[in-house]
């Protein structure tokens, strides 16, 4: 969407013309296009500055992009009339659909809002300067001083020395033994994802503005740690893992090693556990009378014993390439639990925590929650099973002890106490107070089992975006004595849901960072609006972990989508992936399906539009902004709702914006 935001006049000085990199030459001069700069206004700590691109080329631009660089102190705030990227100091601004085509002697301008007052550097219009004149040909210098300058079990960093360059250098390119690995701003690199004890070599090139290359340093080599060494320290990223995965989705835990997912991830997610209707424990089936896993008495296990722990991954499926064999006979563990051993093996940072309840298996929460023997009943029960492993037989699977050594704690998942979830489900006023009690029991529990063991486990929880909810279920400041992590709703703002019982009748952002200024509905929603609940309570920042959702949500009979903008009238939710999830659909497939994507850059939302279906959701630029937001606020990092949707796009626009 496109907005124009006008910074009001406040202390206004004369305006201030200078042709972007090299001030003395007037651009009616040129026989080139370019591109000059203009303080329309300015005040104190900032200014409005116009762009103007002028074609004095002997040929029509078909579309544009003009570069610079701000100097420390000064950055950009609201823009229009344009489509921005950052990496650093270094600015992209690329035209819109509707200002791209500009003929011989014609003008286009955008402009944006600086904060700060200095003004742009090393200006490039579609790589060459934007005074105009003869090309840039000259390459920067070559790198020098490439050192290793730190390693663990999967990583090696690097640093360099600047290089050098006529106009200016606006990045670097990292090899490993010959192959582009990365790109970055900075004189520093951290390759990731790769294998533990092995040798590495790595060279760099300088690159500028012209995309004119230096050739490459001198090479360096590097060794990575042992397992068990951890990655360098930073924010976290948090990745939920859907069981259900491995059926139709098709989607494997060796996946994440594969795309270099869990060589990023900090905390994995396994989603979900089930509470038991009656014994309000933890709970799995036990053994049945049937060998035939599609035998209809299955499924009323802890969410699914058969995917967790039964089901044989062939050595296509398998994160080390050795398959589990067949259904029958007794065994070693196999299904997914077996995977995730094999994934901590390979990547020993990882932790791996039990997600309990979700959408679907909250409905006993109330129940469980409601006493102290209750209370405690549950989570030894949780305890017994997930953490020191003894899980029930299946199919001769299972057994005491079976599955221990594979997570690190909890992820509580109750949506929501105090308030209505999924249809059925018990809540009451009392479980605000009791929700505080059973993470304290968590907590207690696993502190105790802990101080035995010499280990500390971890306890986090899913925790509410609405104001409302967060009031009825939530004693913020009080659990945030026991949870190590708040992974806060970031998502699911506005949605038709798969039955149409949500807001079918109009499209809207589904998780944007910043309040929409023309949200029509009474009740406002943003990333802004959920970080607030939080910091108002007092919670750590450093607590508080972002949810991103890796999925977008769509609505259809929708007729103009591409030229209105978001908030317009719909029929219905859209065909999902699959049938019971109309509405919701993975960013993977989003990303084959509209190839034109709108960007709302005041609410920072992502939209696209097509064949009568308007969806929202998440694209790389969002999930930079996002990064960016989390860093500034000092928030402990982000999570990601669910890894199966992504093509490794959204995972590395994520790593790279909290590095």
Known sequence: MYRKRWQPALALCASLTVVLGLATTPAHAATTPTATFTKSSSWDGGFTGLVTITNGGATALNGWKVEFDLPAGTSVGAYWDSLLTRTGDRYSFTNRDYNGAVGVGASVSFGFNGIGNGSPLNCRLGGQPCE???PDTEAPSVPSGLTVSGTSANTIS???NASTDNVGVTGYEV????????????????ASGLTPETDYTFTVRAKDGAGNASAQSTSVSGRTGKPGTEPPGGRVRVGYFPQWGIYERKFFIKNLDTSGAAAKLTHLNYSFANIHPTELTCFAVTKPTSSNPADPDQGTGAGDSTADYVWPFDAAQSV???????????GPLKGNFNQLRKLKAKHPHLKVLLSLGGWTYSKFFSDAARTDAS??????????MYIKGNLPR?????????????FDGFDLDWEWPGADGHPGNHFGPEDKVNNSLLIEEFRRQLDALGASAGKKYLLTAFTPAAPALASAGWEMARVANSLDLFNFQGYDFHGAGSDNSWEPN???????????????????????????????????????VLGVPFY??????????????????????????FPVEAGTRAYKNLKAQFPTVHHDEQAVAAYAFANGQWWSFDDAWVIGKKMEYVKAKGLGGAMIWSLDGDDGTLMTALDNGLR
């Open 175 to 190: 090899f490993r033994g010959g192959t582009s690995v990365g790109s970055t701003p900075d004189t520093t690199f951290t």
């Open 320 to 330: 080390d390439g050795a398959g589990d064999g067949g259904w029958a006979g007794a």
């Open 506 to 544: 109009r499209t809207g952002h589904h998780a944007n960072l910043h309040t929409d200024v023309d949200d029509p509905y009474t009740t406002k929603f943003s990333v802004d609006v959920a970080l607030k609940i939080y910091t108002d309570a007092g919670v750590d920042p450093k607590k508080l």
């Open 132 to 134: 105009g004149g003869a």
């Open 375 to 384: 209370r405690k009943k549950l989570v030894s029960s949780c305890i017994d």
């Open 158 to 160: 690097l640093r360099w």
């Open 552 to 577: 977008g949500r769509g609505w259809q009979q929708v007729t103009d989508g591409g030229k209105k903008g978001e908030w317009q009238a719909a029929n219905g939710a859209a065909p999902g992936d």
């Open 394 to 406: 299946h199919y001769d699977m299972g057994g005491p002890g079976s599955g221990a050594n594979i």
